[in-house]
T-cell receptor, first 113, second 114 residues
Framework: GNSVTQMEGPVTLSEEAFLTINCTYTATGYPSLFWYVQYPGEGLQLLLKATKADDKGSNKGFEATYRKETTSFHLEKGSVQVSDSAVYFCALRSGGSQGNLIFGKGTKLSVKP | NAGVTQTPKFQVLKTGQSMTLQCAQDMNHEYMSWYRQDPGMGLRLIHYSVGAGITDQGEVPNGYNVSRSTTEDFPLRLLSAAPSQTSVYFC?????????????FGEGSRLTVL
C-alpha cells in the first residue's frame, strides 16, 4: 500500500542554519506530494506541493522537488528562523476521486536564536 | 471566513461515556474527513465523506461513527469511549472539484478518556 516515511525528529537548529527534512514514499502510479506544517496549538496547513515528477514546490523560503527516480520529496530551507519552529508533515495523495492524504509521522523542528 | 470549525476544543470523558465531536465548514467542500493525531504516529484517517449521504472508513475506524446529512457538517461520534481514544482529533475538508489536494484543517479537539 501507499506510505510515507520521513526522518525522525526532533531536529534542533540555530537561526540561519540550513534545513533538510527527508521524505520518501511508496505509492502506485503518480501521486501528488505535499508538505504540511503545524504550528503549536494549531491545525495543519499546506506549506507546498508538487503534482508530477521534477516539479518543485516552494513557499516561504521552503522548497521540495518531486524525485520519482528516488521516490523522494525532501524539504529544504536555506536559512531557518525562530518562527519556523513547528512540526512538518510529508504527505501523499494517490489518484482517484477519494484522494485521501496519507501522512508521515511528522518531524518536530526547533530553531534557537 | 471561518473555514473549518471544530467543537469542543477540549473534553474529558470517563470510560464508557459517549460524545460527539462537531465539525462544520463554510467553504462548500464536498470532501470532509476526520484524523486522529497521536505522538509518534502522525495523523491517521478515521472516516471520510465525499458528499452528503456518503461516508467511508479510513485506516482506524473502530469505535467511531460518522454521518453526513448536510454538506457543511460532519460529526464524529464515540459511542463508548475507551482510554485508547485519548488523542487530538482533526477535521479537514477540501474541494473535490478543484482537485488540488489541499486539505483545510480545523484547530483540533483534544480528548482525554479516563
Amino acid at each position: 500500500g501507499n506510505s510515507v516515511t520521513q526522518m525522525e525528529g526532533p531536529v534542533t537548529l540555530s537561526e540561519e542554519a540550513f534545513l533538510t527534512i527527508n521524505c520518501t514514499y511508496t505509492a502506485t502510479g503518480y501521486p501528488s506530494l505535499f508538505w504540511y506544517v503545524q504550528y503549536p496549538g494549531e491545525g495543519l496547513q499546506l506549506l507546498l506541493k508538487a503534482t508530477k515528477a521534477d516539479d518543485k514546490g516552494s513557499n516561504k523560503g521552503f522548497e521540495a522537488t518531486y524525485r520519482k527516480e528516488t521516490t523522494s520529496f525532501h524539504l529544504e530551507k536555506g536559512s531557518v528562523q525562530v518562527s519556523d519552529s513547528a512540526v512538518y508533515f510529508c504527505a501523499l495523495r494517490s489518484g482517484g476521486s477519494q484522494g485521501n492524504l496519507i501522512f508521515g509521522k511528522g518531524t518536530k523542528l526547533s530553531v534557537k536564536p | 471566513n471561518a473555514g473549518v470549525t471544530q467543537t469542543p476544543k477540549f473534553q474529558v470523558l470517563k470510560t464508557g461515556q459517549s460524545m460527539t465531536l462537531q465539525c462544520a465548514q463554510d467553504m462548500n467542500h464536498e470532501y470532509m474527513s476526520w484524523y486522529r493525531q497521536d505522538p509518534g504516529m502522525g495523523l491517521r484517517l478515521i472516516h471520510y465523506s465525499v458528499g452528503a449521504g456518503i461516508t467511508d472508513q479510513g485506516e482506524v475506524p473502530n469505535g467511531y461513527n460518522v454521518s453526513r446529512s448536510t454538506t457543511e457538517d460532519f460529526p464524529l461520534r464515540l459511542l463508548s469511549a475507551a482510554p485508547s481514544q485519548t488523542s487530538v482529533y482533526f477535521c479537514a475538508s477540501r474541494s473535490a472539484i478543484a482537485n488540488t489536494g489541499e486539505l483545510f484543517f480545523g484547530e483540533g479537539s483534544r480528548l482525554t478518556v479516563l
